[in-house]
């Protein structure tokens, strides 16, 4: 079956060190995402890309980080830089950048102390 | 910036009533997708709308994209346990050429359902 995956599901982290969030589709859509989810507040972005090797900034870049070398992959890497870092991190993709809805996997949930 | 008013923020509801849900906002929007999520899942796209009336159901669920286009409703008609969730509106502005990269999400509608 054709989907997202992300991993892990829940992620613990000390506070100064930096963190990759894995996010693979097999669903061979050309656009990809990075949502931030925190309790109550609706999805934010952070970082969208619509093709390989080419990726935007969303709403609240600052303090991550992300690579698109493959079509099937999109890591973010939470670095320390960021200030609150522990949230449910939803990746997402469709076919497009325009008007196909987005496919979201099933979230990383990233605990930093 | 463009937002979205989702209400209400909860709701508690027995089974077999329905629900209703709707989203507004001060911008014109030229797509509306509804979504549920799970608790600690990722959200599930319910309803997707593309054409300002269009009026769109998925079993028990129908939605409706706004005349003025800055507004959608989602209804459920005779709730059950497993409506249990987070429904969200997320909507696609017109001012940058369509890009998903501009899609906002309402804050969500949380649903308890007592059988």
């Known amino acids: 079956d054709g989907g997202i995956t992300q991993s892990p599901k829940y992620l613990f982290r000390k506070e100064g060190q930096n963190v990759t969030l894995s996010c693979e589709q097999n669903?061979?859509?050309?656009?990809m995402y990075w949502y931030r989810q925190d309790p109550g507040q609706g999805l934010r972005l952070i970082y969208y890309s619509q093709i390989v090797n080419d990726f935007q900034k969303g709403d609240i870049a600052e303090g991550y980080s992300v690579s698109r070398e493959k079509k099937e992959s999109f890591p973010l890497t939470v670095t320390s830089a960021q200030k609150n870092p522990t949230a449910f991190y939803l990746c997402a993709s469709s076919i497009d950048l325009q008007y196909s809805p987005l496919h979201f996997g099933n979230g990383t949930r990233l605990t930093v102390t | 910036g463009q937002q979205l008013n989702q209400s209400p923020q909860s709701m508690f509801i027995q089974e077999g009533e329905d629900v209703s849900m709707n989203c507004t906002s001060s911008?014109?929007?030229?797509?509306w997708l509804w979504y549920k999520q799970d608790p600690g899942e990722g959200p599930v796209l319910l309803i997707a709308l593309y054409k300002a009336g269009e009026l769109t159901s998925n079993g028990r669920l129908t939605a409706q994209f706004g005349i003025t286009r800055k507004d959608s409703f989602l209804n459920i008609s005779a709730s059950i346990p497993s409506d249990v969730g987070i429904y969200f509106c997320a909507g696609q502005g017109m001012n940058y050429g369509g890009s998903q990269g501009n899609l906002i999400f309402g804050k969500g509608t949380k649903l308890s359902v007592k059988p």
């Open positions: 669903l061979n859509h050309d656009a």
């Open positions: 911008s014109i929007f030229n797509t």
